[in-house]
């Protein structure tokens, strides 16, 4: 889709709440606009009365403080008209960024298989950066310039009409050129912003993995990658800004071209007596003001197809919508006080991004509130997909999801993963202070609360020992802590949040074994009470569910206790077989 002009209209939500400051701003730049087109008709009274022979150096006084008087107004106007322009400019440009991004929060996982993160922040920084140049600069001028332009060009009519036409018809010689080049401005800064975009993704991508990168020697590979990625960006730009060089120095040219001509005949009629000096000084004003507004309107037309095209690019992330959303009329399921109850009926799902592969399979079973279910199998059985349908971050394509009863497609999405608590096999710590991670669980809880879901998960000992505590700041992705710290912050998070069921996807794998003791223990403690699935590769950590669940190929074969399914000597038994030596 090509950026135009009418791409502007996407701003108009934004601009809405500021009507007041809108108008003032418009009423601002029409009084610049009118005392710049004083100017002139001071300018040649000044010629005609306060210079002529007869003029007395009081007259002469006056005329000149009648321009100041206009000079003054025009500076009171402009920088009124800049402040409230700027002022709506950074206030549309935040409105947009915090749409855009809590839209962008609101996706489903389908959206970023698709969308690179880096794009998302190309497009909120640099998009975001230009729109808020052109609101509040470029446009301003834009139409302080079609204004004065406008004015200059009735002035002209009124008071030199066959001067005028003569103008109006070397100025219609610079509209059609300009609006080739234009379309060529337009469809270039459109590509440049995608190669910006597309570097920005790249690096994003790279820096959040700089440790495998660096210990696969890839420094100087990944560092030539992104400047061929930076080179095309390169390309594409200079060739956006000879297309516009092109553009305003056609402008420029044609706009003096008729201003050289405006004064010659003006030049003409003084010798011929039919024009004074004041109006030519007067007219000659005007056409400067006229061929001055063309040439900026030129330049700041580049300006508003680069931000159409930006425009664009952000209304498609904030119009993009989630295949995952809460219903219109949600079901509220009553809150468990002993665990949740999950009812699996014959579930069926693929990924987008593999709709011919089976991740789950018309997967079937019940979890009982309080129960403590271990789901086990090989590698690509759906146990980790699973856990992603439970949180309705996927919608499966066959069979249902009931939590509590309800059917979870029917639950609101915040009530639904308010019941639900947590911890990835990786865990992820934020750049913010211990006590802020582990709050994440629950924003409003107190410090004590805090303190003591960190001693449920055997987190105390180390956070005492960093060098602020509680308020130590962690670094980006929590850098300062080791992997087993890092899984004990997250295992807190959980703990805090305090929910009816918890979803464990190997929560002590990155742990040694006395540590894994020690959080197996405190989690043991807060699975009383509340419904559990525990994710598990290692069997030794699941011998004592209530129940163990066996996926392969997205199914479930077997169910039953460690022992039941041991006499079995089913998949089970060979998964033990194999990681025992029995």
């Not at 014959?346 to 991004?353: A, D, G, I, K, Q």
């Not at 066959?398 to 029917?410: M, N, R, S, T």
Request: aromatic share 8%.
């Amino acid at each position: 889709m090509k950026p135009t002009p009418q791409s502007l209209s996407g701003l108009i939500p934004f601009i809405r709440p500021y009507r007041v400051q809108v108008a003032l701003a418009g009423l601002f730049l029409l009084l610049a606009a009118g005392t710049t087109l004083a100017f002139p008709w001071a300018l040649r009274t000044l010629i005609d009365q306060g210079l002529a022979e007869q003029a007395t150096p009081e007259v002469l006084a006056t005329q000149f403080v009648e321009l100041f008087m206009v000079a003054a107004a025009l500076a009171v106007f402009s920088s009124a008209r800049f402040y409230m322009v700027s002022w709506l400019g950074e206030k549309i440009t935040v409105d947009l960024k915090n749409k855009v991004y809590a839209h962008v929060l609101q996706q489903s996982p389908t959206f970023f298989e698709t969308t690179q993160s880096g794009e998302v922040l190309s497009r909120l920084t640099s998009d975001a950066t230009l729109i808020q140049t052109v609101v509040g600069s470029s446009l301003s001028m834009g139409l302080r310039n079609a204004v004065m332009g406008v004015g200059a060009m009735a002035m002209l009519i009124w008071t030199n009409p066959w001067l005028m036409l003569q103008v109006i018809g070397v100025l219609a010689l610079v509209v059609f050129p300009s609006v080739y080049l234009g379309r060529r401005v337009r469809r270039l800064s459109r590509a440049s912003q995608d190669r910006v975009a597309d570097s920005s993704a790249m690096a994003s991508e790279v820096l959040n993995a700089i440790s495998v990168v660096q210990s696969y020697t890839a420094e100087r590979r990944e560092a030539l990658r992104f400047s061929g990625s930076t080179a095309q960006a390169l390309a594409t730009s200079l060739r956006r800004v000879r297309a516009r060089s092109a553009l305003v120095g056609f402008i420029i040219m044609a706009s003096s071209a008729a201003l050289l001509w405006g004064l010659y005949m003006g030049a003409l009629s003084v010798r011929a007596g039919t024009t004074t000096a004041g109006e030519l000084g007067q007219t000659v004003v005007y056409v400067v003001l006229l061929a001055s507004a063309f040439a900026v309107l030129g330049e700041v037309y580049g300006d508003v197809l680069r931000a159409a095209g930006a425009i664009e690019r952000l209304m498609e992330l904030l119009h993009t919508q989630s295949d995952v959303r809460s219903p219109e009329q949600p079901q509220r399921a009553p809150w468990p006080t002993h665990g949740s109850s999950l009812v699996l009926r014959e579930v069926s799902f693929n990924y987008p991004s593999r709709p011919a592969q089976r991740a789950l399979n018309g997967l079937a079973g019940e979890v009982h509130a309080g129960q403590t279910v271990a789901i086990v199998g090989p590698s690509g059985a759906g146990k980790t997909t699973l856990f992603s349908l439970l949180m309705r971050f996927y919608a499966p394509q066959q069979g249902a999801v009931l939590l509590d009863g309800v059917a979870i497609e029917q639950m609101d999405l915040h009530d639904l993963r308010q019941r639900i608590g947590v911890v990835p096999q990786e865990p992820v710590v934020f750049s913010g202070t211990v006590m802020e991670n582990i709050r994440y669980g629950q924003p409003d809880a107190t410090d004590q609360a805090v303190h003591a879901a960190a001693e449920a998960a055997f987190a105390t000992e180390f956070i005492n020992e960093l060098p602020e505590g509680f308020d130590t700041y962690l670094g980006d992705r929590g850098v300062r802590l080791s992997g087993g710290q890092r899984q004990r912050i997250a295992i807190a998070r959980a703990i805090l949040k305090n929910p009816p069921m918890l979803l464990l996807d190997e929560a002590t794998s990155a742990l040694d074994a006395n540590s894994e003791r020690m959080v197996q223990a405190a989690l043991e403690k807060a699975m009383q009470g509340r419904t559990t699935l525990v994710i598990a590769h290692r069997l030794a950590t699941v011998q004592r569910a209530d129940c163990i669940w066996v996926l392969e190929h997205g199914r479930l074969v077997e169910q039953g206790t460690h022992a039941e399914l041991m006499a079995r000597a089913g998949l089970y038994a060979s998964l033990a077989a194999l990681q025992f030596g029995e």
